[in-house]
């Protein structure tokens, strides 16, 4: 098993939102949270755990989710998910190995194969379901981040 998890990094659509995006009249867009996977995050920050964002969308409402969030790092516009996922270890001076990932995309596959921990939403692509990931029981959107962050503290209080 590999040493503790000292950063978690999060996919946006389909993680942390449900996948949708609503588009008001003026173009702007609006994505829903889960208030339960936000308190999970603070959570992990309050014990020591960092936190990012790697992402394929580089749209105005990410700023506005990482400043709601608490992040420290954000790759946005990243669709190599695998080359966003060691730029995030290299930023933050990590081994992959100390990383936990989750992911809901096929593209998230090979990002999910490389880091210690290895999470997908209930709902997440068949591909990411039989790629051996853990597979949480809540759908993105919907309490997987939750779920997910109790997983890995439990973990820690056992370790």
Do not use: N, W
Not at 63 to 86: E, F, M, N, T, Y
């Amino acid at each position: 098993m590999a040493g503790p998890v000292r950063l978690l990094v999060l996919d946006i659509d389909g993680v942390l939102t449900d996948g949708r995006v609503y588009i008001d009249e003026h173009g702007g867009e609006t994505k829903c949270l889960f208030y339960r996977d936000l308190d999970a995050l603070a959570e992990l920050r309050r014990r020591g755990v960092k936190l990012a964002l790697l992402t394929g969308e580089d749209a105005p409402i990410v700023a506005q989710l990482v400043r709601r969030l608490g992040i420290q790092h954000v790759k946005a516009g990243q669709k190599d998910k695998l080359a966003g996922i060691r730029e995030v270890s290299a930023h933050f001076g990590i081994p992959l190995e100390e990383m936990a990932y989750m992911g809901d995309a096929r593209r998230d596959i090979p990002a999910l194969q490389v880091v210690g921990r290895a999470f997908c939403p209930a709902d997440a692509h068949r591909d990411v379901l039989a790629g051996g990931f853990v597979v949480v029981s809540k759908p993105g959107g919907a309490g997987a981040v939750e779920e997910a962050v109790g997983l890995l503290l439990a973990e820690d209080i056992k370790s």
